[in-house]
């Protein structure tokens, strides 16, 4: 069957356009929240809402970045969203390999079959627990509580996703290694990171993000403004009675823009990184 080219025309038109409203429709809420951000307060709580800005301004920026805890808040979430994707790396590397070359053995299916378990159990039902643990270890208002905590939830996934990069990698590679004279840990340090780059920055970034964006063990681990992280320091400015919703979508948009513009320009060597491994021999 010939398709003509009036028809292949009328499918690209469709095609783009499905894909455009898509995009508008995943894209309409930042918008907004980046319009209200640069609307006075009077312009916000209009009875008659509209993308429009009659009076743009700065102001809300301005009020959260130097009369709030906001920069404090966004230091912490910082330290801790690091620490929290070098200490799954590092532990999820070696755990994700020994899955990988002796997955075959009892033991390794079970830890495997637990980490998969593990990854069914909603977080909430664990808040009570770790709570309970942390205030035990004396914890409390620490990054290391939220460090540990993400730690706990990001790991099994992570090694999982990693072991899907070493499974590609060939154990003929490894063997060879081996005849050299390199160590285990030589090859995964000379041989097995730097083939499986590009997954091992892809899984960073995810574990970056969900660290970055947790709020519900922020909220309750944290009691102390000064360790406080940004999603749940973000609340403080939603109030009891009433909601300043120009400081609060600022304050949104400064917390998001960062680590997406950081994500945008990661997914270019992302992208460089994995036709790079394609065509090499």
């Given amino acids: ?39 006075p307060a009077s312009e ?7 993308l429009l800005i009659a009076a743009p ?5 301005a009020r959260v970045l130097f009369e709030s805890d906001f920069l404090t808040y966004f230091r ?4 801790v969203a690091v620490c929290a ?32 378990v593990s990854q069914m159990i909603p977080g909430v039902l ?11 270890l004396g914890l409390l208002s620490t990054y290391r509580a ?19 990069f070493f499974d ?34 892809a899984t960073s970034v995810f574990a970056f993000v969900a660290a970055w964006n947790e709020f519900m063990f922020g909220y309750v681990l944290i009691n102390d403004d000064a360790r406080r992280t940004l999603t749940p320091g973000i609340m403080i400015f939603r109030g009891s009675h009433q909601t300043d919703w120009g400081l609060l979508m600022a304050a949104s948009v400064l917390a998001v823009v960062p680590v997406a513009l950081c994500f945008v320009y990661l997914q270019r060597f992302l992208v460089e990184g994995l036709a790079a491994g394609a065509v090499k021999g």
């Fill in 1 to 39: 069957m010939v398709i003509s080219r009036s028809q292949r025309l009328i499918a690209a038109s469709l095609t783009y356009g499905i894909l455009a409203l898509l995009c508008l429709f995943c894209l309409f809420p930042f918008v907004w929240m980046v319009d209200t951000a640069l609307k």
């Fill in 44 to 50: 916000v709580m209009s009875n008659e809402p509209s």
């Fill in 146 to 164: 939220l460090i540990i905590v993400y730690c706990t939830f990001m790991i099994p996934l992570v090694t999982f996703m990693l072991k899907s």
């Fill in 168 to 201: 590609d990698v060939p154990r003929e590679l490894e063997e060879a290694a081996e005849i050299d004279g390199c160590s285990r840990l030589g090859f995964i340090w000379r041989v097995l990171l730097p083939l499986t780059a590009p997954g091992i920055l």
């Fill in 76 to 79: 912490n979430s910082l330290i």
């Fill in 126 to 136: 664990l808040l009570v627990p770790l709570y309970g643990l942390m205030q035990h």
């Fill in 85 to 116: 994707t070098l200490l799954t790396l590092i532990v999820s590397v070696f755990a994700s390999y020994a899955l990988s070359r002796w997955g075959h053995y009892p033991v390794s299916k079970v830890v495997g079959g637990a980490l998969l």
């Fill in 57 to 61: 301004t700065l102001d809300n920026f």
